[in-house]
């Protein structure tokens, strides 16, 4: 298949990149499985943007570099903030549908961290609502095409120029090379190593992973975002039930068992501390208390607020038998956002002429060693729009024949590929988790590199890829260099907290780069 941009994943990077390309281009969409299994879906809080009269670009700004403890990028963040208010706006006019206030204007919430009432929602649906609008505007373009079920293997590099991409045909279980003159990689973030985690299935690092095995450098892979809140159960399901952070800047208090709060002991803000204080202080209480998880208390929420506010997380509670208007709601930390990913340039280039990335797969060194909050979908749309104008004044339309794509002939049993992929989520969680220490990552490091090595050589020489198989492949990479990435920050540092180094060390104020 040939098309001029090629685009992997769904998302609001995608989508929204694939919107900015003139209609004189072929745009191909392509996406592991259904079009909706995104994480932007699954975006309860909102996008943060100055809109306040008490706001400013300046305190956007500094909060957000205060957050990143040092490793945000300034030049990007002004970038990013400064475009925010123009693309929420065109958001809205793509037909987003915002809660706005009585006078007609965007109704602002408050997230932790955030110095002014910032966060621009569509209740707690926010993503979806973005995601239902996009969609609509690319079903409505003639030259957009989307196709599901469609797995990417492998970048085609030739002489530093990407062209093009090999893919698996899950419904028809056959290798296919899709050309193209610009891909752009967003696939979404690495929720999928870990236990727990409010991604959907489908974040194993794709992009990541591919990136990696061409040799393209990858940046800040230690710094996992675990967003404090999820909805404990007794058995949890594939994904966690995430409780947004705006439910905290409405009012909502974390208590323990007994009814005690206790995030004032850890820092000034409370329950409305950044998101790795939170994460981290649930994680100390329940291994001090034993408790399996502690509670968020909406009792100072009056029941309309909340039945209003978060119908979403008040019908989705309900089915579990929870009224959050009469009870605490059980929370348990799980794995969130990536704020590494693979390197690029405020343009979303990668080095690689073609190849660009934008959204959780990328690093354009905004959120540094910690991401504020709703500042994932606002990166996503800031970017996407500058690789989409950068990819096109440097389009090529030279066209190369691919090298040949080797596989094997064996395939792996599903039940394999299931023990192994539970191992890897265990071991993640276990020993790169929210606080970690030297002696469990070397462990993890041991565990994943034999199932590398096991793997290396079984994909060159004996198995033949499948949706399962291709998936695993890309969990084993990525989770490396996650492991690589936070032995070599010998601090604590944001995100990334370490029990043997618990102090930031001014030698690691840097990028950790993975290549």
Known sequence: MDTDILVVGTGIAGLFFSLKIPSKYKVTIVTKKGKEDTSTNLAQGGIAAVFAKDDSFELHIRDTLRIGEGLSNPTGVELMVKEAP????????????????????????????????????????????????????????????????????????????CIGIWTLNSLKDKIEFISSKVTLLATGGVGGLYLYTTNPSVSTGDGIAMAKRCGIKVANMEFIQFHPTSLYLEFPSERSFLISESVRGEGAILVLKNGKS????????????????????????????????????????????????????????????????????????????????????????????????????????????????????????????????????????????????????????????EAIRKKIKKTMWDKLGVIRNVREMIDAETEISLLAKEFDTKWEKEIKPTFEFSNLRNMITVARSIITSALKRKESRGLHWVEDYPYKDPAYKRDTIDE
Do not use: W
């Open 86 to 161: 123009r693309l929420v706006k065109e958001l809205h006019t793509l037909g987003t549908q915002f809660t706005l206030n009585e006078k007609g204007e965007f109704d602002l919430g408050r997230e932790a961290a955030h110095s002014r009432r910032r966060i621009v929602h569509a209740k707690d649906l926010t993503g979806k609502s973005i995601e239902n609008a996009l969609f609509k505007k690319v079903i409505e373009s003639e030259n957009i095409e989307i196709i599901e079920d469609r797995l990417a293997l492998d970048l085609a590099i030739l002489n530093n120029r």
């Open 262 to 417: 206790f995030m004032k002991k850890y820092h000034p803000s409370g329950s409305l501390a950044p998101r790795d204080v939170v994460a981290r202080s649930i994680t100390k209480e329940l291994k001090m208390t034993g408790d399996k998880c502690v509670y968020l208390n909406l009792s100072k929420i009056s029941p309309e607020r909340i039945i209003n506010r978060f119908p979403n997380i008040y019908n989705n509670c309900k089915a579990y038998g929870i009224d959050i208007t009469k009870q605490p709601i059980p929370c348990i930390p799980s794995a969130h956002y990536l704020c590494g990913g693979i390197l690029v340039d405020e343009n979303g280039f990668t080095g690689i002429d073609g190849l660009y990335a934008a959204g959780e797969t990328s690093c354009v060194g905004v959120h540094g060693a910690n991401r504020l909050a709703s500042n994932s979908l606002l990166e996503s749309i800031v970017f996407s729009e500058r690789a989409a104008y950068r990819s096109i004044n440097n389009i090529s339309n030279e066209r190369f024949q691919p090298p040949e794509y080797k596989t094997g002939k064996k395939t792996m049993q599903s039940k394999d590929i």
